[in-house]
């Protein structure tokens, strides 16, 4: 129930006009655990309902002392797919990650994608060429730490571009230190 409920609340509130349409669907799930074959499953289902061609499922998981793994999941409804931040072309719509610079959080990684894409030839006018397309359900994994216990907020946000809807997707979120803990959620506005 509490998935369902953040869900609809990520949903609608997800623009910062409360009138506009959400072209989204994103959820923010704090918990410790990962995305089960459950959990993706429901999500589909919910999709199913919409004409969304993504969801979005994001994580900060505790791996050691200072240390925690940010998880992002994007969910694919069938047909869609976007360019894979490991493509090696100059796209400008790839899944990047964007976090803004801060004395407290640090990267201890690059940011990596199971399953990994595969380089593949498009011959579409606009590429024409060898592309990272990811046109399955897929996990971003990237390690951070953070360097105090005192509270922090630090802002950032996930983009791509979703085919064929072929529309730029830009996603904010923000990180912040809660009594020595991360947390990520979506940033609302």
């Not at 994608?113 to 595969?118: A, G, H, I, L, N």
């Not at 904010?172 to 940033?187: D, S």
């Amino acid at each position: 129930m509490y998935k369902l409920v953040t869900f609809t609340i990520a949903i609608a509130i997800f623009s910062c006009n409360p009138n506009a349409p959400s072209n989204d669907i994103a959820m923010a799930d704090t918990a410790k655990e990962t995305a089960t074959l459950n959990q993706v499953t429901t999500v589909k289902t919910k999709m199913a309902a919409t004409t969304e061609p993504y969801a979005l499922k994001i994580n900060m998981n505790p791996l050691q002392k200072d240390t925690y793994e940010l998880e992002i999941v994007m969910i694919l409804q069938e047909g869609a797919h976007f360019v894979s931040p490991n493509a090696t072309g100059n796209f400008s719509g790839k899944f990047t990650l964007q976090l803004d610079d801060s004395e407290y959080l640090t990267r201890v990684s690059e940011l990596i994608e199971t399953p990994r894409s595969v380089e593949e030839f498009d011959p579409h006018p606009f590429v024409n060429g060898n592309v990272n397309w990811v046109r399955e359900d897929t996990k971003y994994t990237l390690q951070l730490k953070s360097g105090t216990k005192e509270y922090f907020s630090v802002k950032g946000f996930i983009q791509f571009t979703i085919e064929p809807r072929c529309t730029l997707e830009k996603i904010p979120i923000i990180i912040k230190n809660v009594g020595g803990e991360l947390r990520v959620e979506l940033f609302l506005c």
